[in-house]
């Protein structure tokens, strides 16, 4: 695929819409396209993370670690970004990605999300859009596990 290529398909993201054409064309060239069979990591909870994920195909789960082995919290796909916080957040990973079925993915490496995220204000707002709905979702998960608790408590 050649780098005016790849640039159109990065146009067809929503989170690169309104990148000028030189950005989708840097961003392509300084990104590296993935595929994953399912089964396989795209990132593992713990481990220090280096780079973004955006998927272009395909669907992976997001699991955490418990007692009882690994819990699937949230399941993601085509045009979401996904190992975000780590490098927002200079933290490890905080859940194992997994594909599900075959994912195509691009890799952004940290420097180059940031430089993103610095460089367009859509980007940003995006990215804080994104968090703030899995918050919601985190949030709600907890008051219905919470919710679940306490009846089995009372019975």
Known sequence: MSLEEEAKLLRNIGLFAHLDPSKLKLLAFTSRWLEFQAGEELCH???HGDSAYIITGGTAEVLVDSENGPVLVATRGKNEV????SILCDTPRTATVRAKDTVHALNVSKDVFMQLVKGSPDIAVQIIRTLANRLEESTAKLRDAKE???KAALE
């Open 82 to 85: 996904i190992g975000e916080m």
């Open 45 to 47: 909870e713990g481990e």
């Open 148 to 150: 679940k608790l306490a």
